[in-house]
């Protein structure tokens, strides 16, 4: 039997991209999901495609940006599942600016969603696992957590702030049996750069995505690291397009 099966797990910005792609993966492997993000349609239709392959969802409208949000989401999936074995942390945004645009609300929502949100998920699940002495949480880092390029110094701060905080969950946490996974793709085929708002650099960003792989990719690796034994962990994984060299 699969690791995977009758796996409670909540997936945080299900509503596209890589956490739509891994919850479709998990379900087909027989987990029951807790879908999480803001646009409700989104979630509605995902939650449908699930429930007609036979698997069990459900979804409840989250800000990650919220910790009261977050703790309402975690309190949801134990009412409705009676148990949390997966978080994901998967929502992000990248709007990708020089610094000298200054472009601050956009520096303050990447703080707030890339790593407020994968705080407030862990603080949100991490009770109910250490009583369990069994979880596993796995945050969405990047490449971009690996090195910094021009324009990304903000989203690479975020990516990078995400790798030590899943190395010190890791750390904490090995003792009560929890996992800690750091999933780090290079670029995915997703909506991730609509969010950025130069024009210019959008369509540069554009170009340099013609390589990108289908989220489906980084969904199987979440799956391989769920399914290891309870005493495996795999902390990392990078996830490039073979043509991606940065
Ligand atoms: N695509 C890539 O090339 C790539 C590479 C490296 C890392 N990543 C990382 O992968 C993760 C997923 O991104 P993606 O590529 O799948 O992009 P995406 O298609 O744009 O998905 C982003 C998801 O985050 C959710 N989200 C954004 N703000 C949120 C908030 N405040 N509260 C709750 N959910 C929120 C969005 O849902 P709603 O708008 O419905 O809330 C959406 O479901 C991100 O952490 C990203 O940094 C992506």
Not at 36 to 43: P, Q
Not at 86 to 96: Q, W
Not at 202 to 227: F, G, L, Q, T, V
Request: glycine share 6%; hydrophobic share 45%; charged share 20%.
């Amino acid at each position: 039997m699969s690791h995977i099966q009758g796996k409670v797990v909540i997936i945080t910005g299900a509503s596209s991209g890589i956490g739509q792609a891994t919850a479709k993966e998990l379900a087909s492997k027989g987990a029951k999901l807790v879908l999480a993000a803001r646009r409700e349609d989104r979630l509605k239709n995902l939650q449908q495609e699930i429930k007609d392959i036979g698997a069990e969802a459900v979804y409840k409208v989250t800000d990650v940006t919220s910790n009261q949000q977050m703790e309402e989401l975690a309190a949801y999936a134990l009412k409705e599942f009676g148990k949390i074995d997966v978080m994901v942390n998967n929502a992000g945004l990248m709007p990708l600016s020089p610094l000298h645009e200054k472009k601050i609300n956009e520096w303050d929502t990447m703080i707030d969603v890339n790593i407020k949100g994968v705080l407030y998920g862990i603080a949100a699940v991490l009770p109910s696992m250490r009583e369990r002495k069994e979880g596993h949480i796995i945050n969405v880092s990047s490449v971009a957590g690996h090195t910094v390029m021009a324009a990304s110094a903000v989203y690479s701060g975020t990516k990078f702030a995400v790798r030590a905080i899943s190395e010190g969950l890791r750390m904490e946490e090995c003792s009560n049996n929890i996992r800690s996974t750091i999933i780090s793709p290079g670029l995915v085929a997703t909506e991730l750069p609509e969010t950025i708002s130069g024009t210019e650099l959008k369509s540069a960003i554009n170009d340099y995505y013609n390589i990108a792989i289908p989220a489906e990719n980084i969904a199987r690796a979440i799956a391989y690291a769920i399914e290891q034994p309870s005493d495996v962990g795999i902390n990392e994984m990078i996830i490039r397009p073979i043509l991606q060299e940065l």
